[in-house]
């Protein structure tokens, strides 16, 4: 019953999402392969399998998470065997002022992008953070059009937004200050 209430409901399809530069479950949910664990060495030695669908609605996108639950066990696992025996924790050389540094992972919402620079004090400078949000929500809108109004939900909950990561930052300047904008306030 429940596979039947999520299947063909929130269509997006491979096209759509690729216009609309999907990530994480969501893109794979259409048929996309976009893990960016492909593209990271650190997981070069570990067996598993990049979960792609191509049903396109919410029965795939929520089979997709459900199906990366055992992949990821089957890393940590593996991870778990090669551990080295002895210490388990050493002290980490920190470098200041550093250039600036960037790396996507894969998040369980999908591509997330960390940017930054320490500088000399060893404090955090040109931060940015882009998270797997915001290009999913205009997929999650594609997604309901056409739809019944009871299945937006379903749609919503399949595509896993996080509302708190894509309307608003914090923006600190020289003397410490801390201001919150918003996304009326972003001039681009």
Do not use: W
């Not at 797997?132 to 205009?138: G, M, Q, R």
């Amino acid at each position: 019953m429940i596979m039947s209430r999520l299947t063909g409901a929130g269509i997006l399809d491979k096209k759509t999402a690729e216009k609309l530069h999907a990530v994480g479950p969501v893109a794979r949910g259409s048929g996309i392969n976009n893990d960016a664990r492909q593209q990271m060495e650190e997981y070069n030695p570990f067996d598993f399998k990049y979960i792609v669908l191509k049903d396109c609605d919410v029965k795939d996108r929520i089979l997709i998470r459900g199906l990366e639950l055992f992949e990821s066990i089957k890393i940590v696992r593996q991870a778990l065997d090669e551990l080295p025996a002895g210490p388990s924790y050493e002290t980490p050389k920190m470098k200041f002022d550093t250039p600036l540094t960037g790396m996507y992972i894969e998040a369980p919402r999908g591509e997330l992008y960390h940017r930054h620079r320490i500088d000399a004090q060893g404090l955090a400078r040109n931060y940015k953070v882009n998270t797997p949000t915001p290009p999913n929500l205009a997929c999650m809108e594609k997604a309901c059009i056409g739809d019944q109004l009871t299945d937006a939900l379903l749609t919503i909950v399949s595509c896993d937004p996080c509302l708190s990561c894509s309307n608003r930052a914090i923006v600190v300047d020289a003397s410490g200050k801390e201001k919150l904008i918003d996304l009326t306030e972003v001039k681009i």
